[in-house]
C-alpha cells in the first residue's frame, strides 16, 4: 500500500489505489481515507465510487501533474508516428500514444517515457498515477538504496492494479454481450438481431484494449535509479578527465533476445525456442508491459503462452540503481522504443547508441534551450530515416514507417551554448551531402558524416566542437579530436570509437577575412574524406574515386 506524507499542497485532486486509498489534496494538506473497519457495504460503494472518479479522470483531458513544478534541467522532444508512401510522402497512421513527465520537488526529481500502444489511455494513466504514487510524500533522503527499488516496484503495481479497476465494468458487460451471442458465429455472418450487440462489443473492445511501456528514471541523494518495463532505453553520458564520453545503456529491452526475460519465462514453464521464433506476442515485443489485459488475464488463451505457470507477462519493473552523480559531468537521456527503432533502421543497430549521444552532444554544443537540443535530436532522427527510406538502398526496406518518437535529456552539470554562435563563429553544424555510389556497399557498418565549422578561438562557452557520428564527439573543453568511450556489461552496455579530427583542419586564432567577394579561404581539408569514400564503395581499380583529381 502506498505511503503518503503530510507536506501541504494546493489544488491537487486524484486517485490510485485499489486498496481503498483516496487522495485528497486541498489547502488543508493531504487527507487518507482508508476503508478498513467499515461495514462491508459502506467499503463496497466506496470502492464502486472510487472507481467511477477514476474512470471519469481517464476519459477526460484533466490533469493534476500540471500543478507540479517542471524540471528545468530537461528537455524532451517528440514526432508522430509516419508511414511512408510509394512518392516518399508521409501519412501519420495512428495518433500519438507516447507521452512523459519531467517533475522536480525538494527531495527529488522524476522523469519519466511511455510508449503507449492500441491507444494513449494506458500511457496517460499510468504516467499520471505514476507520478502520485511517488510524489506525494513517499520518497523520502533517508530512504536507502533498498527502500527506494521498494517503493518504485510497489509503484508499478498498485498503479496497474489501478488502471485494472478503471475497465472492470467494461470487461463486465463486454461478458455478458459476447454470452447474448450465438456461439462460433464471426461477427460479419450474425444476424440483423444481433448487430447491435456487435457494435457495442467493439466499442468496448476499443476502451478496454492497450498497453504501456515505460522507462523511469528517479534522482534522490544525488543518485540515480533507473524502473524499466518493457522496450524504451536509458543511456547515460559520462563526460572522462581524458576528454572522452562514455555511454552507458542502464538495462536492456524485455524481448525474446533477453537471456534473462527467457530465462524467467522458462521457469514458468514456457519453451524459449518456441518464444524467440515467435518474437512478437499478442503483436508487440515486449515481454513486460502495463495494462493489456488480454495477455494478463486471457494467457491460456495465447498458444505461445498457455503452457506458463502463472503471469508470464507482467508489469514489475528491472530497477538499476543506485548510481551516484557525484562529480559526473554528462547526460541522461530516456528514449521511447519508436526513436530507437527509426534509428536503428536507418543505421543499423550496431551503433545506435554512440549515434545518438553523439547528435545529442553536438546539438548541445549549439543550441541554448534543453528542449531545442531535444527536438532537434528527434526531428534529425525524422530526417535520417526518411533519406534511408529514399535511398532506395540497403536500410530502405526497413524503413518504411516508423513509431511515435520521444526523446528527454536531462543535463548533469553539462553546460549547454549561450546561442549566440554564427556558421563563421563556430559550432553550427551541418550535413555533409555524400553522393551515392552505383554499386551496393557490402560494408557491414553505416558511416553517418556532419560537418562542424571549426572554432576561430575560446568560444564563450568555453568549447571547442567538432563531431562525426562514429568519431569524434563534443564535450565541455573538447578539441575535435574528440573520442567516443565505452565497454559491455550484461546489464550495462556501452561502445566506443575514436577519430584523429583529421577531417578538420584547425584555424588560426585569427578570424579568416572575406575577400572582395564575401568568401573566406577554405578551411575544411577533404583529402581523408575522399581516401575514406573511395576505400568503403570501391570495386576494383580505378572504380570509386571521389573529388578533385
Known amino acids: 500500500m502506498s505511503r503518503i506524507g503530510t507536506q501541504p499542497c494546493t489544488h491537487v485532486m486524484t486517485y490510485l489505489s485499489p486498496a481503498l486509498v483516496y487522495y485528497s489534496v486541498g489547502n488543508r494538506g493531504v ?26 479522470l481517464m476519459h477526460s483531458h484533466q490533469s493534476w501533474t500540471d500543478d507540479l513544478p517542471l524540471c528545468q534541467l530537461c528537455g524532451v522532444g517528440a514526432a508522430p508516428n509516419c508511414v511512408y508512401g510509394p512518392d516518399g510522402k508521409s501519412t501519420q497512421s495512428h495518433p500519438n500514444e507516447d507521452c512523459h513527465f519531467r517533475f522536480s520537488t525538494d527531495c527529488c526529481f522524476l522523469y519519466g517515457v511511455f510508449n503507449g500502444y492500441d491507444g494513449s489511455r494506458v500511457a496517460n494513466f499510468v504516467s499520471q498515477c505514476l507520478t502520485a504514487e511517488l510524489l506525494l510524500g513517499q520518497l523520502n533522503s533517508t530512504h536507502s538504496d533498498i527502500d527506494i527499488r521498494r517503493i518504485l516496484t510497489q509503484a508499478f503495481d498498485v498503479v496497474e492494479k489501478s488502471y485494472f479497476e478503471t475497465i472492470d465494468d467494461a470487461l463486465a458487460e463486454k461478458a455478458n454481450l459476447q454470452a447474448q451471442l450465438p456461439e462460433g458465429v464471426p461477427f460479419h455472418q450474425l444476424p440483423p438481431q444481433f448487430h447491435k450487440i456487435a457494435e457495442r462489443l467493439k466499442a468496448l473492445e476499443q476502451e478496454v484494449s492497450g498497453g504501456a511501456t515505460a522507462v523511469v528514471a528517479l534522482i534522490l541523494n544525488n543518485k540515480l535509479y533507473i ?8 543511456l ?8 572522452q564520453n562514455q555511454v552507458i545503456q542502464i538495462g536492456r529491452a524485455h524481448t525474446t533476445d533477453n537471456e534473462e526475460e527467457l530465462a524467467r519465462l522458462t521457469q514458468l514453464g514456457l519453451d524459449p525456442a518456441r518464444l524467440r521464433q515467435t518474437g512478437l506476442i499478442a503483436g508487440q515485443s515486449s515481454l513486460r508491459r502495463i495494462g493489456d489485459y488480454k495477455v494478463k488475464f486471457s494467457y491460456t488463451d495465447i498458444d505461445v503462452l498457455s503452457a506458463a ?8 519493473p528491472e530497477i538499476h540503481g543506485g548510481q551516484t552523480l557525484e562529480g559526473v559531468t554528462g547526460f541522461l537521456l530516456l528514449m521511447s522504443e519508436g526513436l530507437i527503432r527509426a534509428l536503428e533502421a536507418a543505421h543499423g543497430p550496431e551503433q545506435a547508441n554512440q549515434e545518438m549521444v553523439a547528435m545529442v552532444a553536438a546539438e548541445l554544443a549549439q543550441q541554448s534551450s534543453l528542449e531545442a537540443v531535444a527536438q532537434s535530436v528527434v526531428e534529425r532522427v525524422k530526417r535520417l530515416h526518411h533519406d534511408a527510406y529514399a535511398s532506395g538502398r540497403q536500410r530502405a526496406p526497413h524503413c518504411s514507417r516508423h513509431e511515435d518518437m520521444t526523446l528527454l535529456i536531462r543535463t548533469i552539470n553539462y553546460p549547454l551554448s549561450d546561442g549566440s554562435l554564427t556558421p563563421t563563429q563556430g559550432g553550427r553544424i551541418y550535413p555533409v551531402s555524400v553522393p551515392y555510389s552505383n554499386s551496393q556497399s557490402t560494408s557491414k557498418t553505416s558511416v553517418t558524416l556532419s560537418l562542424v565549422m571549426p572554432c576561430q578561438g575560446t568560444l564563450t562557452n568555453g568549447t571547442n566542437t567538432a563531431s562525426t557520428l562514429e568519431g569524434g564527439t563534443p564535450t565541455p573543453g573538447q578539441s575535435p579530436t574528440a573520442t567516443l568511450q565505452s565497454t559491455n556489461t550484461q546489464t550495462q552496455s556501452s561502445s566506443s570509437s575514436s577519430g584523429d579530427g583529421s577531417l578538420f583542419r584547425q584555424r588560426g586564432s585569427q578570424a579568416a577575412q572575406p575577400d572582395e567577394t564575401g568568401r573566406v579561404p577554405p578551411y575544411v581539408d577533404f583529402t581523408q574524406f575522399y581516401r575514406m569514400w573511395g576505400t568503403e564503395h570501391s570495386e576494383g581499380p580505378g572504380q570509386g574515386v571521389l573529388g578533385p583529381q
Open 227 to 234: 524502473a524499466n518495463v518493457g522496450t524504451n532505453r536509458a
Open 31 to 56: 487527507g487518507r481515507h482508508l476503508g478498513h473497519g467499515r461495514k462491508e457495504t459502506e467499503t463496497r460503494s466506496q470502492s464502486a465510487n472510487m472507481a467511477a472518479q477514476r474512470r471519469t
Open 309 to 316: 505457470k502463472s503471469k508470464p507477462i507482467i508489469a514489475e
Open 236 to 243: 547515460l553520458c559520462k563526460c572522462t578527465p581524458d576528454r
